[in-house]
C-alpha cells in the first residue's frame, strides 16, 4: 500500500497557533481507519529554518483518491497562517516499485 507524506513548515514564533489549530483538526478529522493507517503523526523538529513537521499515512488497498482528497481538505486548515507551507507526497513501497520494473518482492 503507498504511503502519503505531508511535510510542513512554519516560523517558531506561529507554533502556538499551529499547535492550537493542530489540536482543533484533530476534533475535527479524526482518523478514518478506512482510508489507512497513520503511522506517524505529527513528528515535529525545529530548526534554523523554523519548525518542520511530517505525518505519514499507509493507505488502504482501493482508496488513494479518497485519501489524498481527505489529506488535502485536512492541510487546507492551515492556509490561514502566514508562513506555514507544505507539501503532500506519494510514496511507494519497495514491492510496488519493483512491480513498475518488472519485479515482485521474494
Known amino acids: 500500500m503507498p504511503f502519503i507524506f505531508v511535510t ?8 502556538p ?7 482543533e483538526q484533530l476534533q475535527k478529522y479524526p482518523d478514518d481507519e478506512s482510508l489507512g493507517t497513520t503511522v506517524v503523526n505529527a ?13 505519514i499515512t499507509e493507505v488502504k488497498k482501493g482508496k ?23 507539501k503532500v507526497e506519494l510514496w511507494e513501497t519497495a514491492a510496488e516499485a ?9
Open 43 to 55: 513528528a515535529v523538529r525545529a530548526g534554523t529554518e523554523g519548525i518542520q513537521a511530517v505525518t
Open 64 to 86: 488513494l483518491e479518497e485519501a489524498i482528497t481527505r489529506t488535502n481538505t485536512v492541510i487546507a486548515m492551515y492556509n490561514e497562517i502566514e508562513g506555514f507551507e507544505y
Open 8 to 15: 510542513s513548515v512554519f516560523p517558531s514564533h506561529k507554533g
Open 98 to 106: 519493483l512491480t513498475t520494473i518488472g519485479m515482485k518482492m521474494p
Open 17 to 23: 497557533e499551529v499547535g492550537k489549530k493542530f489540536l
